[in-house]
Each structure stands twice: as structure tokens, then as C-alpha cells.
């Protein structure tokens, strides 16, 4: 490197310098090729005017760290069972990159997003996992979709060091302690359970309640969850049957239910075994609500089980996604699912915004927290992100601290609908609100 303002070289000594650069460039490049450039960032743009000419300076390409993309993993259940939640996901996480980058990127740097479908199996999970950080040396990952991949790759994230943002609800990843590093922006399945067997017990005023859940992370959380937050308000289940994940027939757990005199069922379960548990419900003749989670009110659900058999179904939502005579849509909430409307060229929408918000949410979140850290460390943009004490998204306004790594205020966040209550993206609050 020289400077032209205050040295003037010989013909021979510019010639000798030339050829040192280009072998020191030669040494340093090798074989491999250049990655494109991000777009500069406003504050790049702004100071281009101050730079000498490119013809008054040496030609060099960017420090590697400026051109390279924020990489970030994805491991989300986009086949299987559970598959239609996964591609939800999906689908938010990606028009809030498409928006970042398109303003930028984070800190001057592109969004590149490394994406892996884990079929809900845990063991794919964290092969997954290991893929990502082990070869293409990712630092943040948002999974997962369900709580048992969630639960499969927590504890290498956590000796790797590496920030999880998820979905998944079992109150075993929400540890801090234990996973300082993992986060979730859904309702814990204590949060779940509180919401549920709070309408069951103060709104529907039911005194024997049964518990349902399928033998898995989520319902081998939410079950036990849903018998505290019954006690808590001075009710004992009736009845409490689990059951494998894809069976056939209820017939059997649900004649428990029914014979121990069963006022409402909390259910734990998700798509279409919701959607047979309802079917053989109203093929008994039984005429009992039954409470669970958002899925309940997706189109899978509702198309599944038919609009005349939802009439007693709710499902916890949120506040920003429900509506009644008093209460309207944020404009932020709306604006979104404007937007998703557009990209999916529905109009209406056929589905709730709910699962593609939430990784919108999460997109944004990831940003804030590597702009607030100035770093893509799994430990700072950790401490960042629990220095979150109101972020203001489209889904929620998500608070985590030291203590709680789960983004959602039991309190401020949610609120039961009816199941088959669906319009334009939103629902109607369930009866008592």
C-alpha cells in the first residue's frame, strides 16, 4: 500500500510493487471465488461521497466479514403429519427476510436462510443441527415447529453455544438454566393450560373436567401442565387418558371420559388426530365443549371435522388475532395479513395468519437482537434478546428475561375463540369475553 498525497515512486519501484501485490493476492485468493457483495447499508451509501475516486485508490476487495450473509439455520416440520403447520412457518420467515434484505440486510449483511425439514422427528432434528453448525457454521438456528425435535437438539445447541429460536411449547425447553441459549415465541404449555382451564373452570363454570393428550413432548407437557393449572382453581381432573400420535380410533379414551361424567374436555392434541378425537365425540352423541390449542381453529380442523360440528370447539388464539363488538385488529396486525394475502394471492385468506406471523415475528426479533448485540454470538444475541421487554410484533408483544425464555404474556397475549369462527385471517372471541 502506498500514498499517492505524500510519495511520489520511480517508475522500477512501482513496477517491484506491482508484482508484490499481485503475489500476495495470488497467495491469499487460491482457487476460490469471490461471494457477492451484500447491498451497502444507508450509512455505507452516505459516506461514499467522502472516499477518494476508485481511480485514486488501490484496488482491493471488501474485508470478507462485510460481504459475507448472516447465515441462519432453519430446522421447521414442513412434511409429515404436522407438515401444513411447518410450511405456514415458512412462508412468514421468508417475506420477512425477502423485506430485510430488500432494506439491506442486518448491519450492511444479506439474510441467507439454510433451511432443513425435520418430518417432526427428532432424530432428524438434530442430524439437522449438527449439519448446520458442523459445516455451514450457523450461530443461530430457529426450531423447531414441535417440542420433541425441540427438545432432541437443545442440549447440543446449548454446547455449541448457539441461539434456538422456535415454536415448540414444552416447558422443559423453557429453561434457562438448563438451555440458556433457546427460546421460544409460543405459549409454554403452562401458558397454554392457564388460558384453556381458565375459560373451562371461570366462563364455562364446568366442574368435571377430563384431560386428552397425545404421548408425546407436547402432550407429556401440556397434561400435567393442564392438572396444575386445574388445582390451581381448586379442580381435580376427572379423568385424564393419553394416547399414541396418529391413532385411529378414540373410541376407548373418550367412553373413559364420558363415564366419569365429563363437563369439558382440555385436549392436547394437534391436527388430524383433533380432527378424529371430534369426529368420534359427535359420532357418540356426546354433546361435551372441547378446549385445546390454536390448531383446533385451522382449516385442516375445521374443513376435517365440518363447520357444524365446531360449534363447541375453542381454541386458545390471540389478542391481536381475535375480534368482537368492542374489540378490532391492531393496524400492524392487519397490515400483515394484507400482505400475506397478496403473496398468496388469497383474497380472503383460507387460514389463519397466526404460525406465519409468528416466524415474521421471530425474523424481525432475530435482527433486533443482532443490531442491539452488534454481534451474530450465540451468548450476546441471547443476552439481547432477554433485554426484550416489550418488542411490538405482529402476533404479540413478546417480553423474555433471565428467568423466562418464552415470549408470551399469559395475561396481555391470550384469549379463547370459537374453533370455526374463521374470517378474512381472524376469529370471533368465544362466548364470555
Known sequence: MFDRRSRVWSIPGAFISAILVITLLAACGGSQSTPQSPQPSASTKASESSKPAESAKPSASPPASAQSPVKIGVILTTSGAQGAIGAKQVTGLEMATEEINA??????????????????????????????????????????????????????????????????????????????????????????????????????????IAILGESSAYGNSTVPAYKAQLEKRNVQPVAVEQYPQGTQDMTAQLT?????????????????????????????????????????????????????????????????????????????????????????????????????????????MIKKAIEDAKSTDGPKLAAALEAFTGYSGVLATFKFSKDNHGGIDLDNDMVMVKGASFKNGFYQLAPGY
Open 103 to 208: 432494506a439491506g440486510g442486518i448491519m450492511g449483511r444479506k439474510i441467507e436462510l439454510i433451511q432443513r425439514d425435520d418430518g417432526g422427528d427428532p432424530t432428524k432434528a438434530l442430524t439437522a443441527a449438527q449439519e448446520l453448525v458442523e459445516k455451514n457454521g450457523v450461530s443461530i438456528i430457529i426450531a423447531s415447529t414441535l417440542s420433541s425435535p425441540a427438545l432432541a437438539i437443545a442440549p447440543y445447541l446449548t454446547e455449541q453455544k448457539v441461539l434456538m429460536l422456535g415454536t415448540h411449547s414444552a416447558d422443559a425447553v423453557n429453561n434457562p438454566a438448563k438451555y440458556p441459549y433457546e427460546f421460544t415465541g409460543s405459549p409454554t404449555s403452562t401458558q397454554q393450560a392457564g388460558t384453556v382451564a381458565k375459560y373451562a373452570v371461570e366462563v364455562l363454570k364446568a366442574k368435571k
Open 256 to 364: 373413559t371420559l364420558r363415564k366419569a361424567g365429563a363437563e369439558a374436555i382440555l385436549g392436547a392434541t394437534l391436527a388430524a388426530d383433533s380432527v378424529r378425537i371430534i369426529k368420534n365425540i359427535l359420532s357418540m352423541g356426546w354433546d361435551v365443549p372441547y378446549l385445546g390449542n390454536s390448531d383446533l381453529s385451522s382449516s385442516a380442523v375445521v374443513e376435517g371435522v365440518g363447520v357444524a360440528g365446531m360449534e363447541k370447539v375453542y381454541p386458545y388464539s390471540y389478542k391481536n388475532l381475535s375480534i368482537s363488538d368492542k374489540v378490532q385488529i391492531p393496524a400492524k396486525t392487519k397490515e400483515y395479513a394484507d400482505k400475506l394475502a397478496k403473496k398468496l394471492n388469497q383474497n380472503p385468506l383460507k387460514d389463519s395468519i397466526e404460525q406465519s406471523a409468528l416466524l415474521y415475528d421471530e425474523m424481525y
